[in-house]
């Protein structure tokens, strides 16, 4: 245990701070009083742990409104313990601990209305500021609307000319596309009129190859009647032999005319059908 004697210099008399000296000693579990010298300082004697003593000789070094500590000289020394708690010493002509109190409510309300005025001030200057910010934001609002709208009816008006771009070229190009199938429907006529003709052709062509054949087998018949006039004018030797020949060339020329009209005649007469 430890005695701590300290003299503290400064805004330290008539401004509470005995009270509050007296509170933070008890805080520490110290024993000792506080008391107010001629000199205008204020002396502290304490006993203690001197781990305690150290904190609570940091702890009286006080600067608000009311109280401004400017200089501690202490010295430590051996306890004696002749103190049981701590307590405040009151000289003749002062006032008693409820008007300490008192000037320690009325220090700390002149210090929250001190910092409310500085709080409020540095308030109303912020909220000048903000005004000033939101007036300018809102002139910067409308200057941007403004532009905005100026510059939709620009879009809007392009748009509007490309729409109109647009609706010229679906015009021409459904005029284009009509020419083109007007193009189309005359290439079919001309089409149509080319097949018809060719089927004509064609027909008229079968109608000569059909007429050719008939030549043809004409002239097979009067070959065959030559051919049997010649034969029959042959020595007598040969009369067998040519007759077995002009049987073979009689059956090969029948042969040869079925053929021709079983296989022209039909292909014909289907062709002529089409072309009908």
Do not use: W
Not at 105 to 129: C, H, P, Q, T
Not at 144 to 152: H, W
Not at 215 to 226: N, S
């Amino acid at each position: 245990m430890l005695k701590l004697t300290a003299y503290v210099s400064g805004k330290v008399q008539m401004a509470g701070y005995r009270s509050k000296i007296a509170t933070i000693a008890r805080v520490f579990g110290l024993k000792g009083y506080v008391m107010n010298l001629p000199d205008s300082r204020v002396k502290i004697v304490a006993e203690g742990h001197e781990a305690d003593l150290e904190r609570f000789l940091e702890a009286v070094r006080i600067k608000n409104t009311l109280i401004d500590v400017e200089e501690i000289k202490a010295d430590f020394s051996e306890a004696n313990g002749s103190y049981e708690e701590f307590f405040k010493i009151a000289g003749e002509g002062e006032t008693d601990a409820r008007l300490d109190q008192a000037a320690e409510y009325l220090k700390e309300l002149i210090s929250a209305v001190r910092e409310g005025f500085k709080d409020n001030g540095s308030k109303l200057d912020s909220m000048s500021s903000s005004l000033k910010d939101i007036s300018g934001k809102q002139d910067d609002l409308k200057k941007s609307i403004t532009e905005g709208f100026r510059e939709t009816g620009s879009y809007l008006k392009d748009i509007s000319g490309k729409q109109d771009d647009l609706k010229k070229s679906i015009t021409e190009g459904f005029r284009e596309t009509g020419s083109y199938l007007k193009d189309i429907s005359g290439k079919q006529d001309d089409l149509k009129k080319s097949i018809t003709e060719g089927f004509r052709e064609t027909g008229s062509s079968l109608k000569d190859i059909s007429g050719k054949q008939d030549q043809i087998i004409d002239r097979i018949d009067c070959a065959r009647e030559e051919i049997v006039s010649e034969v029959s004018g042959m020595r007598s030797d040969l009369k067998g032999r040519t007759e077995e020949r002009l049987q073979r060339i009689e059956s090969d020329v029948t042969e040869i005319k079925a053929r021709m009209r079983s296989y022209i005649i039909p292909r014909f007469a289907s062709i002529h059908r089409i072309i009908i």
